[in-house]
């Protein structure tokens, strides 16, 4: 009996998820930035969006080349995963037939 093992994501739902990772923590420090503007924790003499932008930009840059670098290890796991199944069962077919050539 052979095994299939089905992908826990696919391919449009892994992109979703790694735009979220690169957007939410970015978006979480602009909106933490701007509420503590408000409060009045933090009063830097600019105005809030000067004073965030620069800080949420930071942000996405650093998300993006994060996610991007782990993204691309996934990939050749993945890769190189796909291509052990394969060898796998690419050598048990051999096996079977080496079985079946001594049996008859």
């Not at 892994?14 to 979220?20: E, T």
């Not at 990939?75 to 052990?84: F, G, I, V």
């Amino acid at each position: 009996m052979e095994q299939t093992h089905r992908p826990i994501m696919t391919g449009r739902r892994l992109l979703v998820f790694k735009w979220l990772m690169v957007f939410l923590p970015s978006a979480t420090v602009a909106v933490g930035h701007s509420l503590l503007e408000h409060t009045g924790g933090g009063t830097h003499g600019l105005s809030t969006w000067a004073s965030a932008l620069p800080v949420t930009l930071l942000g996405l840059v650093l998300s993006y080349i994060f996610v991007e670098t782990l993204f691309r290890v996934l990939r050749r796991l993945q890769t190189e995963y796909r291509r052990a199944q394969i060898r796998s069962r690419l050598a048990g077919k051999e096996y079977e037939s080496d079985v079946q050539s001594i049996l008859e």
